[in-house]
């Protein structure tokens, strides 16, 4: 297990305000950072992988640099943003070209430049030529060679920029990182979804806190796994409707769900030292009518007390009596914190996904048939109900055709039936199963 490091990493990099979330959203083509006037929005590392002029590599939005980080999560974006920097095999330095020259952009291009790495200066914000003409006379005294004026709003001078990049990569020819398997980590703020992940990749690069909200974009983590790509995407924490929520709270929560949606498996976090509630009974529906494979995953472990052989059991049926209805969904038992149960957690998510592909031939689902057996009618003008074929169409889930000789509804414990012999006899651990009827002409 190890993170996928083979592409080389360009890192957007400015105060705060500089407009590096706009330039990433408009070169990555998916709106994933969110952008906002209020300085200090992103605060994870926001990464997409482009492809231009037949090179590859990962686009990292960082957060702002600025020179006072005054709270715990403040000082922790800094740090995110100094790693990311670091590990940078180009520097795309982003300037607001409407503000004037600030002592910290001085600062910042001075750090940049003891780090021995490759910095393009980007002049964002230029939408006009006159504009650009005004700039480039102050922007030069940062000392970093060429103006790449552009705008991350509407596009203009952004395929230049990817040019210069490229250029500064030496035309290596790097391929994108195939993704096996997407899984989504959800549940409710604060149950530990960014310490998980940190634990997976083994680096601390999703920021942790004890304060909820902390993760406020989607950001996607490549590691691999028993040689397979598993595509990690952290959540921000859902909670109930708020009517006062703030509009970047209520953009992560809609980034959130599409994030769910594009998965193909959803880890579902809960606390193991907080009773389920209602708002976790609702994420775990989200999952659901996505049609996700889902995994139920109760972190924190390591803080229940008094722990016995029966403490387990307990906690599963307590799971089983308030959601039946993801009887088919495996438990595991974790801790984050201590990296406990990791390598297991792995193995789970690559036997679901199997699951998830199982195609069944005609014999195996003939001897599904033959195995149930169905009530006869009470009257005779309602014959028994007769099971003519079935048949698989699809995987991802697993979805399967149902021939009867009604034209009648078909009751939906007969429905239930048929996917409960399908679970019994074949390991469909971890999937939904999507059962439709096609009725006798």
């Known amino acids: 297990m190890h993170m996928k490091n083979s592409l080389p990493r360009v890192v957007l990099a400015g105060r705060t305000n500089a407009g590096k979330s706009t330039l990433f959203n408009t070169l990555s083509g998916v709106t994933q950072s969110i952008v906002s006037p209020i300085p200090g929005t992103t605060r994870d ?132 990182v195939r993704s096996d398997v997407r899984v989504s980590i959800i549940g409710k703020t604060n ?28 950001r996607d983590s490549n590691i691999q796994f028993d040689g397979k790509n ?26 959130t769900i599409h994030a769910i949606r594009r998965s193909d498996i959803s880890l579902f976090i809960t606390d193991a030292t907080v009773p389920l509630s209602s708002q976790d009974l609702a994420i775990a529906h989200l999952a659901l009518e ?11 472990w390591d803080a229940i007390p008094d722990k016995h052989p029966q403490t387990i059991d307990l906690f599963i049926n307590r799971y089983q009596h308030y959601m039946p209805w993801l009887s088919w969904a495996p438990i595991i038992f974790i801790s984050a914190e201590q990296k406990q149960r990791m390598h297991e957690l792995l193995k789970l998510i690559m036997s679901v996904q199997e699951a998830r592909q199982r195609r069944l031939g005609p014999e195996e689902l003939k001897k599904i048939l033959s195995h149930i057996s169905l009530p006869r009618g009470r009257v005779s003008k309602h014959p028994p109900t007769k099971l003519t074929g079935l048949v ?9 055709l149902l021939s009867t000789n009604r034209r009648n509804p078909i009751n939906a414990a007969i429905i239930n039936l ?24």
């Open 45 to 176: 590392l926001n990464v997409s992988t482009i492809t231009w002029r037949d090179c590859s590599f990962e686009l990292i939005d960082s957060g702002g640099l600025d020179a006072a980080a005054i709270g715990l999560i403040e000082q922790k974006v800094q740090a995110k943003a100094q790693d990311a920097l670091l590990q940078a095999d180009v520097i795309v330095f982003v300037i607001d070209s409407q503000q004037e020259l600030t002592a910290l952009d001085f600062t910042i291009a001075k750090n940049l430049k003891k780090m021995n790495t490759p910095i393009i200066l980007a002049a964002n914000k230029a939408d006009n030529t006159r504009q650009k003409q005004r700039l480039a006379p102050e922007l030069y005294k940062l000392g970093l060679g060429d103006l790449h004026a552009l705008s991350g709003l509407n596009g203009t001078g952004t395929g230049d920029l990817l040019d210069v990049v490229v250029d500064r990569l030496q035309k290596k020819d790097y391929q994108p």
């Open 191 to 218: 149950v530990g979804k960014s310490s998980l992940i940190n634990a997976l990749i083994g680096q601390d690069w999703a920021i942790t806190s004890h304060l909820p909200h902390t993760t406020r974009e989607p």
């Open 230 to 255: 598993i595509t990690l995407v952290d959540t921000a924490g859902l909670r109930k409707h708020d009517a006062k929520a703030g509009r970047i709270e209520k953009i992560s929560a809609g980034k």
């Open 290 to 300: 996505s049609r996700n494979g889902i995994i139920i995953v109760v972190n924190k």
């Open 392 to 400: 698989q169409t699809d995987t991802s889930p697993p979805t399967f």
């Open 418 to 441: 048929v996917e409960k012999q399908l679970r019994a006899q074949y390991d469909f651990n971890g999937t939904p199963i999507n059962i439709n009827v096609r009725k006798r002409n």
